[in-house]
């Protein structure tokens, strides 16, 4: 039986999955603008997007737009190197799972 | 955990993951108001014009409707995710109206500006800004509105001054007026679909 891929466990949390994925098809993207698309709470979201930084898989940046704070997220390339193995690990998974 | 349920998971995570890319490239800012507030703004222009003081009637109602516009997006899109189409789209259109606002301010100071001309560039500008983002966006409804100005843009060399004027009236009505509602419309039911999603 061939040895089957281990799922990178940064990765595999059912919102930092959703937080990669959503980062992986835009240039960056605001706190609200995660939140709105995860339907996370703030504490929840905050607490996430820390692990995902502390991987090094995305980059925060703080800055004021309007004398409002603004918290931009982007992917780096160590994030997107995650989610494209993770997305590879995931179909070889499904695929043994099905020809099993 | 069963295998089955273990796969079901998985498929699941599959699944979010392509939703959750799908979501972010989605287009998610709206920009068909722009079009209807052009739209009208071309048509508060020429009403104006039609009655006097052309000269002042095209470069205030312009410049007013940048204005409103730049005031609109600081307002709305402050939350919304940057995208690599979507700054494709705002480097098109910020360049077409730079470049169509100095070149017909220019023609309009040197009076060398006439309907035809006028016509001409409006109509070869927006026919190319048009164009562009529909092939970008693979949208054939903008393509549409893109022929009907390169059309315009063509009458206004050939035609006589009436016939310049409908044409360039039936661009606006059509290519801005109906698309720019037409679009929102669009917006607003992808909207409904996003929130049903989340």
Redesign the interface.
Known sequence: MPELPELNPVVHG?LR??LL??????????F??LR??T?STDGNLGAQLLKLEEAGYVAVEKKF??RKP?TLYRMTEAGRAA?TEY?QA??Q??GG?IGS | MT?DS??LG??D??S??????????RTTESWGWTFLLWGVAYFVAIGWSAIGNAQVAWPVTMIGASIVMAILI?RTV???????VG?AMRAIWVAMGISMFMLLMCLGISGRYDLHLFVAIVGAMLGMANATSSMILKWKMQFACAVVWWASGAVACFGNEIQTSIAFLVAIFFCQIVFGIYCMICESRKRKLGGAH?
């Open positions: 059912k999955l959703a994925s959503l980062l992986s098809g835009v240039d960056e993207a605001e609200t603008w709105a698309k339907g737009v309007q603004q989610l997305v995931l179909k998974l499904l799972a | 295998a273990e796969e998985l498929n995570r599959l979010l993951i392509e939703t959750m890319i799908a979501e972010g490239r600081s402050r939350s919304r995710p940057q995208t690599t700054r989340a």
